[in-house]
């Protein structure tokens, strides 16, 4: 009765069992019960001049990745964009880094054995960090570094309210908006309450992401100035409620997709307050890899700190996918990638003379069953 039981001649198991490049991914989107495992020849594909292949040890899960599988994401895109692991193959024209480095960084269909990518958007694995950790990283940090520096350029004493702030991205730009000096007020769903705690907000500075009394709670805790940032993920009526906490104007970015508003009426409608919505892929290949250094030099300093991390095996990726949807964890979710045997790799068999022995040295000698 166990779910993670597969029947033996699954294709599933005959595709991780043949040693090909596999991938979780979904063909039909719609439904999280059609992602499946497909076989990923791009990932052994000759390389470009500038670009980096990494046997995957970790893939950071994202609520992106959730949409795009439920086909609610705008445009073309496909999941896993996030991981850390160890390089295998550069290309030739990559020359600071070789086969052993442990590195993490941006992806394209990150969920599985190997994926390429380019040189500009990798950076070194810190020798401290698992490659979980450094799967956690990447999309939610550098979202969070994009648009409170680069865009918002939150400034030290001014006011920020971040939505979903016990997740990915809000954790992260809780810990960045402290380290720019800025007064901070998140929202989450009241089960969370204590992670916003734990990150050194006041019960005053904290709301829920459920109903709207958010509005009227942080107005009174501000005697009416309300924000000058907010970063926000939520949709409809709580867009509207947050628009209003910015009476004197301000800067409000959207990093939902479900309800993106158009920034010329905003402008009419809220007189002074700046709309964008934003990717981070719009920041460019350059600017990813300085943040991506910048971030190893902001957890040096001690002023991020590592997000609470689940991990689920990616060959379990619909329960972790279903998981996510219905917002019950708390930080990063990550999926574990196993990795295929080292061909050079040696191994001791005591008792090679018995049956379960013997079997074992003919399939370890690629003898089949």
């Known amino acids: 009765l166990a779910a993670r039981l597969v029947g033996a001649d699954s294709s599933a198991s005959k595709l991780v069992a043949s ?66 692991g160890v390089v295998v193959e550069v ?84 810990g960045l908006a402290h380290h720019l000096g800025a007064e901070v007020f998140a929202t989450a769903h009241p089960s969370k309450w204590e992670a916003l705690r734990e990150a050194g907000l006041e019960d005053d500075h904290i709301a829920s992401s459920r109903d709207l009394d958010f509005k009227q709670k942080f107005l009174e805790a501000t005697e009416g100035e309300g924000m000058d940032v907010v970063l926000d993920s939520l949709a409809n009526e709580f867009v509207d409620a947050s628009l209003e906490l910015l009476p004197r104007g301000g800067r409000f970015l959207e990093i939902g997709k479900a309800d993106i508003r158009d920034p010329e009426q905003i402008a009419a409608s809220h007189p002074g307050v700046a709309y964008r919505a934003y990717d981070l892929l719009e920041a460019g290949p350059d600017r990813i890899g300085e943040m991506l250094e910048q971030v190893t030099e902001l957890f040096e300093q001690g002023a991020l700190r590592m997000p609470a991390i689940t991990s689920w095996d990616v060959r379990r990726g619909v329960d972790a996918f279903r998981f996510m949807s219905q917002g019950r964890h708390t930080g990063k979710i990550v999926l574990s990638v196993p990795q295929p045997p080292d061909p050079t790799s040696t191994t001791l068999i005591t008792g090679a003379s018995g049956l379960i022995g013997s079997k074992l040295v003919d399939r370890l000698r690629g003898k089949g069953h």
Not at 39 to 66: K, M, T, W
Not at 67 to 72: K, M, N, R, T, V
């Open 19 to 84: 040693g090909e490049p596999w991938r979780l991914g979904i063909e039909e989107k719609g439904t999280l019960e059609n992602l499946e495992l497909l076989a990923a020849p791009q990932a052994s594909a000759p390389l470009g001049p500038g670009e980096v292949r990494v046997a995957i040890g970790a893939a950071g899960l994202n609520f992106r990745d959730v949409l795009i599988a439920l086909g609610s994401y705008p445009g073309e895109a496909s999941i896993g964009s996030e991981g850390a």
């Open 91 to 174: 290309g030739e024209e990559v020359c600071d880094l070789a086969t052993g480095d442990r590195v993490f960084g941006l992806f394209t269909d990150a969920f599985g054995p190997l994926a390429v990518t380019e040189r500009q958007i990798l950076t070194r694995l810190p020798a401290t960090w698992s490659q979980a950790e450094g799967a956690a990283l990447p999309v939610a940090c550098l979202t969070a570094l994009y648009g409170l520096g680069d865009l918002a350029a939150l400034k030290r004493g001014e006011r920020v309210l971040i939505h979903a702030g016990a997740g990915g991205v809000g954790g992260f730009a809780i």
